[in-house]
């Protein structure tokens, strides 16, 4: 079943009111979690509305947070996210970056005491309208085992970059630091489908190709699989550090879970999760005309070599672009059991999906 | 046969002396070259020499490059390279970044007009001392097909980030965006031995497993390989954009080769090869105590993991520093081959290996 996107930020900004946050937060909250439908990423939009409800339930989201720096130099700062929802705090502590961009050619935020900010892209492509370039990135649960390791010390740890272009869309990275993303793994699940080689290893630390793995006790394995999980550790790593040990909030295996059923645990290194965001000024390095040139003719080039038979070279970003764009006129497909799971939230809220 | 470091520094300084460089860059170029010797990445150190001198007598080098900057905002530079090594114009803009760093918590340099620079985490690494993370990225010869591309659009593209730590040996992540260095490949043509799936693609873009493939018209493929390839080729995109579109120097498939027998294209979109270096003062973020104290415990969390049998849980850098206090000590062993060609270079200049 099919929802236009009008229909669910209308549902999403009255659910997100009903937990206590005021209409801008609210408003700011919906605009975030439903660029993942939008662009694509369904793992992570209105399919994880209830999992917010139930954090909140549970005491883990405040939904009148005191958003506000911290500690800061003229290129930086530490944002405290007082518990909010990360869909608030993110775009707020990107703000920050922006501003400080402004100011002295580029800024950098690390946030503490955060939750999960949906997808990084979003955060990233904030910094695109003031002509600068926007990172992003955030820790989340441990659910990834470092090269060797049994444990589990990692969350999918994403980096998002936006560079801004002239003619050309603009250029938009996003990807998780592992493999595979936890929703892809999901899907499998749900299909009763073995997953490739080098996504999954089992409780033992043997490869596998059983979706199941992870609940198992087995771990999601870095970027990189058999013979170069090394780098997708490392880069991983840097995400934890940048958002986490920068700005005093939990990383590794400190990093509380998203979901309600687990409980936080009960020696926390720091404040919530972490989050780490970036804004460059491209007028800081050269005219912007110039720079947007260059990308254009960048992404032209790309685009335009020789390609596999029957394949085309993307852009990062093509394809959630295009996306949108199908999604914005043609409506967001919803897979049944996350229309249920939306329903009985509104039914709490006495909130209809319609 | 191994040399001392000592050994190798006498007679590589008095090989950059040779070509021209005044004394403190060819003691820079020493240093950073041999950095690679000593951490273990052969490729990149003196095995390179004869590339740096050839490329000199191609007039593709200036042994006397007035290294400066060319824009500025008090976070931000561009440094032109002027045509100088990358091993003295890395060092150069990597203290501009540390001195703004210093002035206003970060300092991010885009530089154009050098040439390749060694390790990419010698140069991060420069930050430790000032209590500072080190970030440094580097374009070079395309070598990279995208994902679904025939045609080879980017360098091996490595990331380095260096994260002091207190009383543990500090962080340093280096690593190339593709799944294996380009050194690797090298390795297993001498020894001739097929690579293992997901390194290479045949010119007609066939997933390979032969050594020879990127001489026979194929590509290195990026970081992720075979499901994953998308990645590692954003990542790869993001150094390029950095390094080149920022600065002004040459990106994609127009950046100049290292091997002296390949021209660079004639009809260039920017001067030289791009580097991108970056510093954070951790302090402008949060009391440096704190910080390193936590680092400290994410690398004891990390090491002291679940291990698999036999195995050890790393720490990004534990590698390459146990190689440098081994090489320190026992001296750096090199293949044949390389000292035959160091004794060329070295006949060449009147200057002995010894």
């Not at 996003?174 to 489908?193: F, H, P, S, V, Y």
């Amino acid at each position: 079943m099919t929802f236009s996107y009008n229909q669910l930020f209308t549902f999403t900004e009255a659910v997100f009111r009903s937990i206590g946050c005021p209409e801008d937060d609210a408003t700011l909250a919906t605009e975030t979690l439903l660029a993942a439908d939008l662009r694509g990423i369904d793992s992570h939009g209105v399919a994880r509305l209830v999992g917010y409800v139930r954090l909140w339930e549970a005491g883990r989201i405040n939904p009148t947070p005191r958003v506000g720096v911290t500690y800061e130099t003229p290129s930086t700062a530490v944002v405290d996210g007082d518990g909010g929802l990360g869909l608030v705090v993110g775009p707020k502590a990107m703000r920050v970056a922006i501003e400080k961009a402004r100011l002295v050619g580029t800024g950098w935020v690390s946030v503490k005491n955060s939750n999960h900010f949906g997808i990084a892209g979003y955060h990233a492509m904030l910094a695109l309208a003031h002509d600068m370039i926007g990172v992003a990135m955030t820790n989340a649960s441990p659910l990834v085992a470092p090269t060797h390791s049994l444990d589990r010390l990692l969350g999918t740890n994403p980096i998002a970059v936006a560079v801004p272009a002239g003619e050309q869309p603009d250029f938009v990275a996003d990807l998780a630091t592992t493999t595979a993303a936890n929703g892809k793994l999901e899907i499998a699940q749900r299909k009763q489908l073995p997953v490739p080689e080098g996504w999954v290893q089992n409780a033992d630390g043997s490869p596998s190709t059983d979706a199941n793995a992870v609940k198992n006790g087995g771990a999601l394995l870095p970027l990189g699989g058999a013979t170069g999980s090394h780098k997708g550790y490392a880069l991983g790593a840097v995400v934890d550090i940048f958002s986490a040990v920068l700005s005093g909030a939990n990383y590794g295996p400190w990093v509380p879970p998203f979901v309600a059923f687990l409980q936080p645990p009960t020696d926390p290194v720091g404040q919530g999760l972490g989050h780490f965001f970036g804004a460059m000024r491209v007028d800081a390095f050269r005219p912007a005309d110039e720079f947007k040139a260059h990308m254009d003719n960048w992404i032209t080039t790309f685009r335009n070599a020789h390609a596999m038979e029957g394949k085309k070279i993307l852009i990062p970003g093509d394809p959630e672009r295009e996306m949108a764009a199908v999604r914005l006129l043609g409506g967001i497909p919803l897979l049944d059991a996350v229309i249920k799971d939306l329903e009985s939230v509104g039914q709490k809220f006495g909130v209809k999906l319609q």
